[in-house]
C-alpha cells in the first residue's frame, strides 16, 4: 500500500492500527531523520557554539538564552521519546496496542513567551532558528499524535466537511 500520505492520512480503523500503519511508513521514516537529525543538530550547537554566544551576553540575555535553550532541549527530548516509540513500533520491540496506552502520548508544548530582547541582548540567530523549527516539528507532531489517538474514523459524530477541513488545514500546513 504505497499511498500519498499527509500528516492527516492515518485515520481508519481503531488508534492501534493507525499507530501500526503509520510507524511503518515511509512517512515516519522521514519525519523520524528529520526530528532526529534536529535534536543532533541542536546539541551541537548548544554544546559548542551556543556556548559562546550565552558567554558573549549580558545577565539578562545569558538568563534568556539558558531559559529558551531549556524550553529547547524540553520539546525536542519529548519529540525524540514519541518518534523513539513508534520506531519501536516499526521494528516489532513495541506492540501498537502497548502505543495506545497514553503513557506515550504528546504532552501540550509550551506557549512561547518573549524572552527578547532581555535589556538589549537579542537571541542569537542559531538559537532563534532551532527554537523556531522545534516548534514547528513539536507541532506537527503533535497533529499526528491527536490524528493516531483521537480520531476514531469519524465515529466520534464529527461532521464530514469538519474532517475534510481538517485534511485540507493538514495537508497545507508543514
Not at 523513539?84 to 516489532?92: P, Y
Not at 542559531?126 to 499524535?145: C, E, F, P
Amino acid at each position: 500500500m504505497n499511498k500519498s500520505v499527509t500528516d492527516s492520512s492515518f485515520q481508519s480503523g481503531n488508534p492501534a492500527e493507525r499507530v501500526a500503519e503509520f510507524a511503518g511508513s515511509e512517512h515516519f521514516a522521514r519525519l523520524f531523520r528529520d526530528g532526529m537529525d534536529m535534536v543532533e543538530e541542536t546539541a551541537s550547537y548548544l554544546d559548542g557554539p551556543g556556548r559562546e554566544d550565552a558567554k558573549a551576553m549580558g545577565r539578562a540575555g545569558a538568563l534568556a538564552y539558558a531559559a529558551e535553550s531549556m524550553k529547547l532541549t524540553t520539546r525536542l527530548m519529548q519529540a525524540a521519546s514519541w518518534l523513539l516509540a513508534q520506531r519501536q513500533v516499526a521494528e516489532g520491540d513495541l506492540s501498537a496496542e502497548q502505543l495506545v496506552t497514553g503513557q506515550y502520548r504528546l504532552p501540550d508544548d509550551d506557549e512561547a513567551e518573549e524572552l527578547w530582547p532581555a535589556d538589549g541582548d537579542v537571541a542569537p540567530g542559531v538559537l532563534a532558528d532551532l527554537a523556531a523549527r522545534s516548534r514547528k516539528l513539536y507541532a506537527r507532531l503533535k497533529r499526528i499524535d491527536e490524528s493516531l489517538f483521537d480520531n476514531d474514523g469519524g465515529a466520534d459524530g464529527a461532521s464530514p466537511v469538519e474532517d475534510q477541513l481538517n485534511r485540507l488545514k493538514n495537508a497545507f500546513s508543514t
